[in-house]
């Protein structure tokens, strides 16, 4: 078995050219997406476990999205790709779970002054700020009783836990780069309402690459917004968020997918499910690309021509993610759960 897998998508450029204009950022022949974190994978030379890391590198941009959910590992992933973090353009943080930030303080050690950009989240732990109009005042109390003395700055900074990092919190839907895209949405799903996540949409003459961290705003939502950008999508890869999911909203958004928004390939990881990678692997065929940790997906001019192996779902590589998420409800496990027992099961599980 080979150690590294490439896969090779995309049409080439002159059929995608030949459809209309070319809106897109210039995608070099050597544009591709490297996985860097997920629990299955086939490259014996990394560390398999749950979260999720990829490497972007697009348009002359190396872009780090996400850092996984352990230091170490981490550093072990980045190390046996051989992945320069001293050399990025910025890090996106797609949210405030620990199992997409944890890798941050080793991307830290080694580029302290990198640009990182986060969900801008009210108190959040990358950091935010408020108008110090926002609290009420009371004039008639003596200033050892009252907030900075009764004369608080104009503006309440509130801190990071990663103090002295470069962060830049994103409010709304921003193109931080041409052709670079940052989707801001927030979740409104139980367990992780008001949950704020950024998605990464990379405008090329192929279509949108479309890179996703854990889709809690919903998967469907994302590709609606990545669509207003540009609505020819021509991959999304990372996590859509269905690890839990019953059959039948895994069928919904695999149809959503595949008809409504006519997604061109998947590459689905992290989050995705063991039965949403099956249901897609069914609807896209030889349009589902296999990203375990350690694969590269190349794209743009002539990656079609280098098209490499077929994206066989091999059930013994992937690993069973049923034990995550247990303490918590993340993933809206325990609430799928409930609705199931009360389905078939009246004394619950
Ligand atoms: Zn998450
Ligand atoms: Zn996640």
């Known amino acids: 078995m080979k150690l590294s897998t490439t896969m090779f998508i995309v049409a080439a450029f002159s059929s995608a050219a030949a459809m209309g204009p070319v809106t897109g950022v210039a995608v070099a022949a050597d544009s591709q997406i490297t996985i860097l974190y997920d629990a299955f994978g086939k490259d014996t030379a990394m560390r398999r476990d749950w979260g999720f890391s990829a490497l972007i590198e ?49 991307v830290l050690s080694v580029n302290p002054k990198v640009k990182i950009y986060a969900p801008r989240e009210g108190f959040g732990i990358f950091g935010s700020s408020l108008p110090s109009s926002f609290y009420r005042k009371d004039e008639s109390l003596p200033p050892q009783m009252r907030y900075y003395d009764g004369k608080p700055p104009e503006v309440m900074t509130f801190g990071t836990a990663w103090q002295g990092a470069n962060f830049e919190v994103i409010e709304k839907t921003t193109e931080v780069a041409p052709g670079i895209t940052l989707i801001a949405l927030v979740s409104d ?31 469907e939502k994302i590709v609606e917004a990545a669509a207003a950008i540009n609505p020819k999508i021509h991959l999304i890869a990372g996590g859509f968020h269905l690890v839990a999911a019953p059959d039948d909203a895994i069928a919904n958004i695999v149809a959503t997918l595949k008809d409504t928004f006519r997604v061109e390939n998947v590459a689905p990881g992290h989050c995705t499910g063991e039965p949403t990678f099956a249901a897609l692997k069914r609807a896209f065929g030889n349009r589902y690309i296999y990203a375990g940790v350690g694969t590269s997906l190349s794209f743009g001019p002539g990656a079609g021509e280098r098209r490499g192996e077929g994206p066989a779902l091999e059930q013994d590589e992937i690993i069973t993610y049923r034990r995550f998420a247990r303490h918590e409800d993340p993933f809206g496990l325990l609430q799928a759960r409930s609705l199931r027992s009360r389905l078939s099961q009246p004394q619950g599980e």
């Open 58 to 106: 697009v348009a002359g941009k190396r872009i780090l999205f996400d850092t996984g959910n352990d230091r170490d590992i981490f550093a072990t992933n980045v190390k046996a790709k051989g992945v320069d973090l001293s050399n990025l353009d910025f890090v996106v943080l797609s949210h405030r779970h620990s199992d997409h930030m944890a890798g941050l303080s080793h």
């Open 189 to 219: 799903a139980p367990g992780t309402r008001e949950l704020r996540e950024l998605s990464l949409a990379v405008d090329t003459p192929d279509g949108v690459v479309l890179l996703v961290g854990c889709s809690h705003p919903g998967i």
